[in-house]
């Protein structure tokens, strides 16, 4: 079984400050790790990935997570952030492997709220 | 078409009453994934075809809850005698052998039973 932990349900950051969402994993398998948003009233939508290689991955909108084995951790972080960044983000795990066909495991989701 | 694609956006049903909930997936991509998002809550996988066959129905919470995919691409998700519990966003997403393990999600469909 699998499990993704969010530790902060909710960030409330500065405009240009920098911010960190944590996010830790359980699994028996080696994963795939996900980071996504999701906009008021809107899908989910993908802003990085880490499935094997370099552990420091770098997204859209300026995001980049580290994937950290030992610590079973991908915290996602971004240098400064922007009003337009305030949405909920999930983080997800997937099996790795060649017989899995990628259904995904959500975190409970972290609220990011900047302020001006 | 350019993303995936549900229907209806918003949905108020009264309990008891059945609802179907359709997705259309990105044109070519052979996985299909449903989810269930209850407010304040991470998607929860509810089921998953690879072309035509439901090869995971795990998810599913109920006999209630049935989900089909007869020609391969366009997907029904059926809720029959809904109850209040079912409330949720219901999510489609899709995935194809060439995107790197990405999958696409739609915009979901807004269920409220009342």
């Known amino acids: 079984a699998q499990s993704v932990t969010q530790l902060d349900s909710q960030v409330p950051v500065f405009e240009e400050a920098p911010v960190e969402l944590r996010c830790n994993y359980s699994?028996?398998?080696?994963?795939?790790l996900f980071w996504y948003v999701q906009y008021p009233n809107q899908g989910l939508q993908l802003l990085l990935k880490?499935?094997?290689?370099?552990?420091l991955v770098k997204g859209i909108n300026g995001f980049e997570a580290e994937f950290n084995k030992s610590q079973t951790s991908f915290h996602l972080r971004k240098p400064s952030v922007h009003i337009s960044d305030t949405a909920e983000y999930f983080c997800?795990?997937?099996?790795?492997?060649?017989?899995?066909?990628?259904?995904?495991?959500f975190g409970q989701g972290t609220i990011l709220t900047v302020h001006p | 078409g350019a993303g995936v694609s549900q229907s209806p956006r918003y949905k108020v049903a009264k309990r008891g009453q059945d609802v179907a909930l359709r997705c259309d997936p990105i044109?070519?991509?052979?996985?299909l994934f449903w989810y269930q998002q209850a407010l304040g809550q991470g998607p929860e996988f509810l089921t998953y075809?690879?072309?035509?066959?439901?090869?995971?129905k795990s998810g599913l919470p109920s006999d209630r809850f049935f989900a089909e995919r007869p020609e391969g691409s366009v997907s029904t998700l059926k809720i029959q005698r809904t109850q209040q519990e079912d409330s949720a966003v219901y999510l489609c997403?899709?995935?194809?052998?060439?995107?790197?393990?990405?999958?696409?999600f739609g915009e979901g469909s807004w269920l409220t039973v009342v």
């Open positions: 997403a899709s995935r194809d052998s060439h995107s790197g393990n990405t999958i696409y």
């Open positions: 699994s028996s398998v080696s994963v795939y």
């Open positions: 880490y499935l094997s290689g370099s552990t």
């Open positions: 997800a795990a997937a099996n790795a492997g060649g017989t899995s066909y990628g259904k995904l495991t």
């Open positions: 044109s070519g991509h052979v996985s």
């Open positions: 075809f690879q072309n035509e066959a439901q090869l995971d």
